[in-house]
């Protein structure tokens, strides 16, 4: 399973980012897609997920900012992020989680920069 992430880049605090995440296989084949975020000094921190059913989760600091969404024919996920803000700067990870007999499989796309100026 690979996972592309991009969309990434410097915007103004105020700005709009899409950040996108292609699958190598079907979507379907994931429980939970979801993105992660890390700040320099700072845990990994889960910012959104949404399920193979559509159910959606965000992180509080980012409710009514960014939305998770899901095109299956297209094995992307995609997450709208609204309203910048600096402290959102961060390298942001896109993950895929298979939940098999109990145990939950992980898999990691490489990270995307996203930097928000003041």
Known sequence: VQLQASGGGLVQAGGSL???????GSLF????????RQAPGKQ??????????GRTN???SVKGRFTISRD?????VYLQ?????PED??????????????????????GTQVTVSS
Do not use: H, P
């Open 18 to 24: 899409r950040l996108s995440c292609a699958a190598s």
């Open 29 to 36: 084949s994931f429980n939970i897609m979801g993105w992660y």
């Open 44 to 53: 990994r921190e889960l910012v959104a997920a949404i399920t193979s059913g």
């Open 58 to 60: 965000y992180l509080d």
């Open 72 to 76: 299956n024919a297209k094995n992307t």
């Open 81 to 85: 992020m609204n309203s910048l803000k």
């Open 89 to 110: 700067t961060a390298v942001y990870y896109c993950n895929a989680a298979l939940i098999r007999g109990g145990s939950t499989y992980d898999y990691w796309g490489q």
